[in-house]
């Protein structure tokens, strides 16, 4: 089992350039989440995805888009990449929606100039 | 508002030198309380998860425990290899899906 996999692992682009991150999951989960890092932020949410076909708002979704077109896999998408942008994502995915764990990717190391 | 809180930001141990971290908490309601660990250049991997006051659970050097406000990971007799952040996360029943996650605590535990 790979878990949760992420593509890319860096990424630089220009500000008003666009790009799409790719999460895969092979443990069959319903539930995925697409998270943003910062420096003395912790962890926050971008959107989620409750099923195939479902996407929904989290804490920061403005100047992201999500698609779920397949269930192991959940993109995220910037369409006008901004420096306020420049972060690490994580996606996760879990079994179930209440007490269960989510399963972390690697992450893309992302920069915008 | 759910918050959580994590305490200290970093900690510096010994070889074989216990100690706790600290998370406290204020969530109208807890479904779960998560524990994780992360390497830097990499994703949180899941340790613990918690779900009600007096529980405990442990793996290895590890020890989690939670009461009404709070949960301590409790690491005994820490090796270098120990040496990461470890991320604190809470579910609360008010805001279902999400997890509230602490800043974290930086640990590194010298030989």
């Known amino acids: 089992n790979a878990g949760v996999t992420q593509t890319p692992k860096f990424r630089v682009l220009k500000t008003g350039q666009s790009m799409t991150l790719l999460c895969a999951q092979d443990?069959?989960?319903?539930?995925m989440y697409w998270y943003r890092q910062d420096p003395g932020m912790g962890l926050r949410l971008i959107h989620y995805?409750?099923?195939?076909?479902?996407?929904a708002k989290g804490e920061v979704p403005d100047g992201y888009n999500v698609s779920r077109l397949k269930k192991q896999n959940f993109l995220l998408g910037l369409e006008s990449a901004a420096p306020s942008q420049t972060s690490v994502y994580f996606c996760a995915s879990s079994y179930g929606q209440f007490y269960y764990e989510q399963y972390f990717g690697p992450g893309t190391r992302l920069t915008v100039t | 508002e759910d918050q959580v809180t994590q305490s200290p930001e970093a900690l510096r141990l010994q070889e074989g030198e216990s100690s706790s971290l600290n998370c406290s908490y204020t969530v109208s309601g807890l479904r779960g309380l998560f524990w994780y660990r992360q390497d830097p250049g990499k994703g949180p991997e899941f340790l613990f998860t918690?779900?009600?006051a007096g529980e405990e659970k442990e793996k290895e050097r590890l020890k989690a425990t939670l009461t009404k406000k709070e949960s301590f990971l409790h690491i005994t007799a820490p090796k270098p290899e120990d040496s990461a952040t470890y991320l604190c996360?809470?579910?609360?029943?008010?805001?279902?899906?999400?997890?509230?996650f602490g800043s974290g605590t930086r640990l590194l535990v010298r030989p």
């Open positions: 995805s409750v099923g195939e076909g479902t996407t």
């Open positions: 443990m069959n989960h319903e539930y």
């Open positions: 918690l779900y009600s």
């Open positions: 996360a809470v579910q609360a029943s008010r805001s279902s899906y999400k997890l509230i």
